[in-house]
């Protein structure tokens, strides 16, 4: 089965720029999604198909996909970006969802 | 504005049954995919289940199939998970999720979450 791995934490400096990694056997030819979920909540869709942002997502969140791995980056980190994030694809040959095993950020 | 309840949660024996419910409101149910994805306590997010729009196409992750069934009722804006033989690995919050896109089959994000739903199996 389709295995992402990410770093369970991820540490930043508020005003600074945050990126988490996700990696996956040719993840760049797949379509990734990203999500945030604060604690005790449910998770929020931050990045869609590599890139695009859902209505209401700042702008300092963006993404990228090569290779294996894709990255989604936070841009002039505020204490409110604090949470969980998951990476997340669809294996087309095993018609499975796969999340990734998530990243704790912390905003130091 | 979208709404997706889930309720059926609560405390079962190893080996028994449970049915989840989520209610959905603010958008037609009936064009989208919906998906169940759970969390257990302290730990990330795992995929569950997915049925297309017109339930044709249904999938399960391989921890549950065989003992889950996905199901929905587009005139009721509902959507359902058939849990049997539970275990205490099934332990988790179980969400529903709506897929972004009007009848898309496969690959596409999940755009609005629920609050969950609780199940705890023990004895």
């Known amino acids: 089965s389709y295995v992402l791995t990410q770093p369970p934490s991820v540490s930043v400096a508020p005003g600074k720029t945050a990126r988490i990694t996700c990696e996956g056997n040719?993840?760049?030819?797949?379509?990734v999604h990203w999500y945030q979920q604060e604690p005790g909540q449910a998770p929020v869709l931050v990045i869609y198909?590599?890139?695009d942002r859902p209505s209401g997502i700042p702008e300092r969140f963006s993404a990228s996909n090569s290779g294996n791995t894709a990255t989604l980056t936070i841009g002039r980190v505020e204490a409110g970006d604090e949470a969980d994030y998951y990476c997340q694809v669809w294996d087309s040959r095993s018609d499975h969802w796969v999340f990734g095993g998530g990243t704790k950020l912390t905003v130091l | 504005e979208v709404q997706l309840v889930e309720s059926g949660g609560g405390l079962v024996q190893p080996g028994r049954s449970l049915r989840l419910s989520c209610a959905a409101s603010g958008f037609t149910f009936d064009d989208y995919a919906m998906h169940w994805v759970r969390q257990a306590p302290g730990k990330g997010l795992e995929w569950v289940s997915t049925?297309?729009?017109?339930?044709?196409?249904?999938a399960y992750a391989d921890s549950v199939k065989g003992r889950f069934t996905i199901s929905r009722d587009n005139a009721k804006n509902s959507l359902y998970l058939q849990m049997n033989s539970l275990r205490p690995e099934d332990t988790a919050l179980y969400f529903c999720?709506?897929?972004?896109?009007?009848?898309?089959?496969?690959?596409?994000?999940?755009?609005?979450w629920g609050q969950g739903t609780l199940v705890i199996v023990s004895s």
């Open positions: 040719n993840i760049g030819g797949k379509s």
């Open positions: 049925i297309t729009w017109n339930s044709i196409n249904i």
């Open positions: 999720a709506k897929a972004k896109s009007i009848k898309a089959v496969a690959g596409v994000p999940l755009d609005y």
């Open positions: 198909y590599d890139g």
